[in-house]
Nanobody, 113 residues
């Protein structure tokens, strides 16, 4: 079955960096657009970034210039490099496809002094 396993979250100070990974299985990864989403405490889940099978990327305005999405089709893994982190980036981060499939557990990113 489809499975997403997110990892790489943690506690980081403002201005710091983290690299998230999401290993996917159960579908043809190299043919799917992959997305990162996030859900902050008390808020709805929101879209963050996407990467097409060929490598084209797109970002939410609030993360442009700070986050970089990438993929390794051989490893069925999508990454999110996050630099210049801000407290408002605190959230549980998830990956998924279009349309979305069953959600993974996500990985928690906490940005705090």
């Amino acid at each position: 079955q489809v499975q997403f396993v997110e990892s790489g979250g943690g506690l980081v100070q403002p201005g710091g960096s983290l690299r998230l990974s999401c290993e996917a299985s159960g579908f043809s990864f190299n043919m799917e657009t992959m997305h990162w989403y996030r859900q902050a405490p008390g808020k709805q889940r929101e879209w963050v970034a996407l990467v097409l099978p060929g490598g084209f990327t797109k970002y939410q305005d609030s993360v442009k210039g700070r986050f970089t999405i990438s993929r390794d089709n051989d490893k069925s893994t999508v990454y999110l490099q996050m630099n210049g982190l801000k407290p408002q980036d605190t959230a549980v981060y998830y990956c998924n496809t279009t349309p979305t499939r069953a959600w993974g557990k996500g990985t928690l990113v906490t940005v705090s002094p």
